[in-house]
Protein backbone atom coordinates (compact mmCIF):
# COMPACT_ATOMS: atom_id res chain seq x y z
CA UNK A 1 0.00 0.00 0.00
CA UNK A 2 1.42 3.16 -0.85
CA UNK A 3 2.48 5.08 2.45
CA UNK A 4 0.29 8.20 2.95
CA UNK A 5 -2.57 6.42 2.17
CA UNK A 6 -1.47 3.92 5.36
CA UNK A 7 -1.04 7.31 7.38
CA UNK A 8 -4.34 8.39 6.36
CA UNK A 9 -6.23 5.12 7.08
CA UNK A 10 -4.04 4.95 10.65
CA UNK A 11 -5.05 8.64 11.58
CA UNK A 12 -8.69 7.95 10.52
CA UNK A 13 -8.73 5.05 12.75
CA UNK A 14 -7.18 6.65 15.64
CA UNK A 15 -9.47 9.61 16.02
CA UNK A 16 -12.16 9.72 17.87
CA UNK A 17 -15.33 11.23 17.87
CA UNK A 18 -17.38 12.79 15.26
CA UNK A 19 -15.45 15.45 13.27
CA UNK A 20 -16.55 18.92 12.82
CA UNK A 21 -17.46 20.71 9.34
CA UNK A 22 -13.80 22.59 9.39
CA UNK A 23 -12.01 19.35 10.56
CA UNK A 24 -13.53 17.34 7.82
CA UNK A 25 -12.96 19.94 4.85
CA UNK A 26 -8.97 20.36 6.23
CA UNK A 27 -9.02 16.11 6.23
CA UNK A 28 -10.10 16.01 2.76
CA UNK A 29 -7.93 18.57 1.34
CA UNK A 30 -5.20 16.99 3.07
CA UNK A 31 -6.28 13.67 1.90
CA UNK A 32 -6.33 15.39 -2.10
CA UNK A 33 -2.88 16.36 -1.36
CA UNK A 34 -1.80 13.13 0.10
CA UNK A 35 -3.72 11.63 -3.34
CA UNK A 36 -1.76 13.92 -5.72
CA UNK A 37 1.53 13.20 -4.24
CA UNK A 38 1.02 9.47 -3.91
CA UNK A 39 -0.18 9.16 -7.62
CA UNK A 40 2.73 10.88 -8.54
CA UNK A 41 5.26 8.86 -6.92
CA UNK A 42 3.50 5.59 -8.31
CA UNK A 43 3.26 6.81 -11.69
CA UNK A 44 6.57 8.60 -11.66
CA UNK A 45 5.64 11.71 -13.37
CA UNK A 46 6.03 14.56 -10.44
CA UNK A 47 4.97 18.61 -11.45
CA UNK A 48 9.48 18.66 -11.13
CA UNK A 49 9.76 16.36 -13.74
CA UNK A 50 7.06 17.83 -15.76
CA UNK A 51 8.82 21.04 -15.61
CA UNK A 52 11.92 19.45 -16.93
CA UNK A 53 10.14 18.17 -20.29
CA UNK A 54 9.62 21.34 -22.13
CA UNK A 55 7.84 20.13 -24.93
CA UNK A 56 6.91 16.66 -24.08
CA UNK A 57 5.46 14.44 -26.93
CA UNK A 58 2.75 12.38 -28.58
CA UNK A 59 3.38 9.04 -30.30
CA UNK A 60 1.55 8.09 -32.66
CA UNK A 61 1.22 4.66 -34.72
CA UNK A 62 0.92 5.54 -38.34
CA UNK A 63 1.91 2.11 -40.43
CA UNK A 64 1.34 -1.57 -39.03
CA UNK A 65 3.87 -2.87 -41.30
CA UNK A 66 3.81 -6.55 -42.50
CA UNK A 67 4.29 -8.47 -39.03
CA UNK A 68 1.66 -7.27 -37.55
CA UNK A 69 1.09 -10.25 -34.74
CA UNK A 70 4.81 -7.94 -33.97
CA UNK A 71 3.38 -5.24 -33.73
CA UNK A 72 0.38 -6.24 -31.90
CA UNK A 73 3.26 -7.35 -29.30
CA UNK A 74 5.16 -4.17 -29.46
CA UNK A 75 1.76 -2.12 -28.96
CA UNK A 76 0.93 -4.09 -25.72
CA UNK A 77 4.41 -3.33 -24.31
CA UNK A 78 4.54 0.27 -24.86
CA UNK A 79 0.92 0.93 -23.98
CA UNK A 80 -1.65 -0.36 -21.07
CA UNK A 81 -4.02 -2.14 -23.52
CA UNK A 82 -4.91 -5.81 -23.29
CA UNK A 83 -4.79 -8.22 -26.34
CA UNK A 84 -8.00 -7.13 -27.91
CA UNK A 85 -7.77 -3.14 -27.76
CA UNK A 86 -4.06 -3.59 -28.82
CA UNK A 87 -5.36 -5.59 -31.98
CA UNK A 88 -8.18 -2.82 -32.91
CA UNK A 89 -5.50 -0.62 -32.53
CA UNK A 90 -3.09 -1.72 -34.67
CA UNK A 91 -6.08 -2.99 -37.31
CA UNK A 92 -7.34 0.54 -37.46
CA UNK A 93 -3.87 1.49 -38.77
CA UNK A 94 -3.90 -0.68 -42.15
CA UNK A 95 -7.44 -0.68 -44.46
CA UNK A 96 -8.51 1.73 -46.50
CA UNK A 97 -9.01 4.27 -44.51
CA UNK A 98 -5.75 4.10 -42.35
CA UNK A 99 -5.82 6.58 -39.26
CA UNK A 100 -3.04 7.26 -36.88
CA UNK A 101 -3.48 5.12 -33.55
CA UNK A 102 -1.90 7.44 -30.60
CA UNK A 103 -0.15 4.95 -28.78
CA UNK A 104 1.35 7.39 -25.85
CA UNK A 105 0.79 11.46 -24.88
CA UNK A 106 2.83 13.71 -23.29
CA UNK A 107 5.93 11.23 -23.06
CA UNK A 108 10.01 12.92 -22.82
CA UNK A 109 11.76 12.88 -26.43
CA UNK A 110 13.95 10.14 -25.17
CA UNK A 111 10.83 7.45 -24.61
CA UNK A 112 9.19 8.44 -27.20
CA UNK A 113 12.46 8.11 -29.48
CA UNK A 114 13.13 4.59 -27.72
CA UNK A 115 9.49 3.73 -28.81
CA UNK A 116 10.25 4.57 -32.37
CA UNK A 117 13.02 2.76 -32.26
CA UNK A 118 11.44 -0.48 -31.24
CA UNK A 119 8.83 0.33 -33.71
CA UNK A 120 11.06 0.52 -36.65
CA UNK A 121 12.59 -2.01 -35.90
CA UNK A 122 9.99 -4.62 -36.74
CA UNK A 123 8.75 -2.29 -39.84
CA UNK A 124 6.43 -0.38 -38.32
CA UNK A 125 6.59 3.17 -38.79
CA UNK A 126 5.31 5.74 -35.94
CA UNK A 127 5.86 9.24 -35.57
CA UNK A 128 6.13 11.77 -32.93
CA UNK A 129 4.98 15.41 -32.49
CA UNK A 130 4.51 17.77 -29.81
CA UNK A 131 1.80 17.40 -27.11
CA UNK A 132 -0.43 19.72 -26.42
CA UNK A 133 -0.88 18.59 -22.31
CA UNK A 134 1.89 21.11 -20.89
CA UNK A 135 2.71 20.88 -16.80
CA UNK A 136 0.44 24.09 -16.49
CA UNK A 137 -2.36 21.52 -17.85
CA UNK A 138 -1.33 18.88 -15.23
CA UNK A 139 -1.44 22.13 -12.51
CA UNK A 140 -4.66 22.84 -13.14
CA UNK A 141 -6.07 19.27 -13.35
CA UNK A 142 -4.32 18.76 -9.23
CA UNK A 143 -6.10 22.51 -8.40
CA UNK A 144 -9.28 20.56 -9.85
CA UNK A 145 -8.75 17.46 -7.50
CA UNK A 146 -8.32 19.82 -4.27
CA UNK A 147 -11.45 22.52 -4.90
CA UNK A 148 -13.61 18.80 -6.00
CA UNK A 149 -12.42 17.66 -2.56
CA UNK A 150 -13.38 21.00 -0.84
CA UNK A 151 -16.75 20.45 -1.80
CA UNK A 152 -17.28 17.48 -0.59
CA UNK A 153 -17.10 18.47 2.73
Known amino acids: MIP ?34 ALEKASGVTPTIMDDLESPYDVYLTDRGQKIIACIKEVRQVTSLGLKEAKTLVERTGGLDPAPQLLNRAISEKSALEIVERFAAIGANVEISKSHLSAAAIQEAKDGLVEIAKNLA
Not at 22 to 34: F, I, S, Y
Open 4 to 37: EVEAWEKAKRESRGPLSGNDRTALLVLTGNDLVS
